[in-house]
């Protein structure tokens, strides 16, 4: 019997004592049996934005009073996606917990993200009728370094609770840039063109496809994937992030 099997046999009194786990944020003993990583009063802490965005890229509007609106950047240029939607600012309670699921790894963490992507948009229709849940790709040499996809992880819990198959290896990142933090958002595109490219091609044509990352910051990640995606022939392309920078 492994490590793991033998600890989830114990009961919940035992295993407390024995292998006490606590919250990666606040440090209080996880009690819970759904409590993983993070305590529950943690999750509730996160901001997430229950305010008018943009339709489109999902650009948090203050002061909008039109729910229906198109931010400027929108109405000058329509992005390749249909629809981007953040669960708040990349900040706080938010913030800390992608930065643990970046530097950890962690599956049960990013199911607790994953559920609350689900919980906030499955009743907006953005997670209705998608044919396939696609990743955004690290670079392969990045990958084995980091040993994780931190969006992937996301991407297989989300697979998981609208029971969309997860495309894995279909958008792939096929040249390594540098590091996007140091540069501004136009170079940010320049950067990142033609760095990403579609395998097993018809897996992905003529369907509906939902994008997940981690955090959208000037939004040429999602963009530079919506472009290749669509011009390999899929029909719609969707994405969901954790945070907005
Ligand atoms: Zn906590
Ligand atoms: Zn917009």
């Given at each position: 019997m492994t490590?793991?099997?033998?600890?989830?046999?114990?009961?919940?009194?035992?295993?407390?004592?024995?292998?006490?786990?606590?919250?990666?944020?606040?440090?209080?003993?996880?009690?819970?049996?759904e409590?993983?990583?993070?305590?529950?009063?943690?999750?509730?802490?996160?901001?997430?934005?229950?305010?008018?965005?943009?339709?489109?890229?999902?650009?948090?509007?203050?002061?909008?009073?039109?729910?229906?609106?198109?931010?400027?950047?929108?109405?000058?240029?329509?992005?390749?996606?249909?629809v981007h939607r953040s669960l708040g600012f990349y900040a706080g309670y938010l913030k800390e917990l992608i930065i643990l699921l970046k530097y950890k790894g962690n599956e049960p963490l990013a199911f607790r993200l994953a559920e609350q992507l689900f919980r906030h948009f499955n009743h907006q229709g953005i997670l209705t009728g998608i044919d396939l849940i696609l990743p955004v790709p690290l670079h392969p040499k990045k990958e084995r370094q980091r040993g994780f996809n931190q969006a992937e992880l996301v991407a297989r819990q989300l697979a998981r609770l609208t029971r969309c198959p997860l495309g894995r290896g279909i958008l792939v990142k096929t040249r390594n840039t540098p590091a996007q933090v140091s540069l501004e958002a136009k170079e940010r595109e320049l950067n990142l063109r033609g760095a990403f490219g579609v395998r097993k091609k018809e897996l992905i044509q003529q369907r509906v496809l939902m994008l997940v990352d981690d955090v959208y910051?000037?939004?040429?990640?999602?963009?530079?994937?919506?472009?290749v995606l669509k011009k390999t022939g899929?029909?719609?392309?969707r994405a969901l992030t954790l945070a907005r920078a």
């Open positions: 490590i793991s099997k033998f600890i989830n046999r114990l009961t919940l009194p035992v295993k407390l004592a024995a292998f006490p786990s606590f919250c990666e944020l606040c440090g209080c003993l996880l009690l819970e049996p409590e993983k990583v993070v305590c529950n009063q943690c999750l509730t802490k996160i901001d997430i934005n229950q305010g008018p965005v943009c339709r489109v890229c999902g650009r948090f509007l203050f002061g909008a009073n039109n729910l229906d609106s198109l931010c400027l950047e929108c109405q000058k240029n329509l992005p390749p996606y249909e910051t000037t939004g040429s990640t999602i963009r530079e994937c919506a472009l899929a029909r719609q392309v």
